[in-house]
Nanobody, 115 residues
Framework: QVHLVESGGDLVQPGGSLRLSCAAS????????IRWYRQAPGKQREWVAT???????SFVDSVKGRFTASRDGAKNTVYLQMKLLKPEDTAVYYC?????????WGQGTQVTVSS
């Protein structure tokens, strides 16, 4: 089992930026893949990004060019850098660790984009 803790969510104005963190209980390079999802009120959970343990990350079309991902192996943390935020980005953001024999979720962090 991989324990995940998200942080960094906040209230931000449209056009603003935030960096979300997903801290893992073990080396992020031992995790097959980490994904970010989000769930807006009244909507289904939506995939946002996939950060593999090696190689390039991938993103849903609606955030391409605005969101990027990075890894800090020393801190066992994956980041989701979000810029040019829009009201439709408002959601609870979750990270997920997926691999052979595990599929673990964090508790989520709230992002609200509003003026």
């Amino acid at each position: 089992q991989v324990h995940l803790v998200e942080s960094g969510g906040d209230l931000v104005q449209p056009g603003g930026s935030l960096r979300l963190s997903c801290a893992a209980s073990e080396s992020i390079f031992s995790i097959y893949v980490i994904r970010w999802y989000r769930q807006a009120p009244g909507k289904q959970r939506e995939w946002v990004a996939t950060i593999p343990n090696s190689g390039d990350s991938s993103f849903v079309d609606s955030v391409k060019g605005r969101f990027t991902a990075s890894r800090d192996g020393a801190k066992n943390t994956v980041y989701l850098q979000m810029k040019l935020l829009k009201p439709e980005d408002t959601a609870v953001y979750y990270c997920n660790a997926f691999g052979p024999g595990y599929d673990n979720w964090g508790q989520g962090t709230q992002v609200t984009v509003s003026s």
